[in-house]
């Protein structure tokens, strides 16, 4: 079971860290990463890091904002979130798979078969 948290109340410009833990060791292979959902919208991908090699994928929308990181001693994986505008907020959902995505896959949510409860970030403006 994943474990997602980190979330709150924040301003605009504000920075929040989530962190999402996996059961058990980090496998070899695998990814792990971040999916929000806005109220009313649909699901839609934030970032994710694949656990062979260190690749990253991250949405266009958050890119040079977001960092994704991870600790293989903790099976964590790390979102931190800068300069927060109010269309980031969303429920932030974690999310793994243990098989080795191709990149063109890594941002598809039906690849993952793994999802935390979710952590709800708000962003006042």
């Known amino acids: 079971q994943l474990q997602a948290y980190g979330g709150g109340l924040v301003q605009a410009g504000s920075s929040l860290r989530l962190s999402c833990t996996a059961p058990g060791r980090a496998p070899r292979n695998g990814v792990m990463g971040w999916f929000r959902q806005a109220p009313g919208k649909e699901r839609e991908f934030v970032a994710a890091r694949r656990w062979s090699d260190g690749n990253t994928q991250y949405d266009n929308f958050v890119k040079g904002r977001f960092t994704i990181s991870r600790d293989n001693a903790k099976n964590t994986i790390y979102l931190e979130m800068n300069n927060l505008k109010p269309e980031d907020t969303a429920?932030?959902?974690?999310?793994?798979?243990?098989?080795?995505l191709i990149v063109s896959s890594i941002k598809s949510g039906s690849q993952y078969e793994s999802?935390?409860?979710?952590?709800?970030?708000?962003?006042?403006s």
């Open 91 to 100: 429920v932030y959902y974690c999310a793994a798979t243990t098989r080795g």
């Open 115 to 124: 999802w935390g409860q979710g952590t709800l970030v708000t962003v006042s």
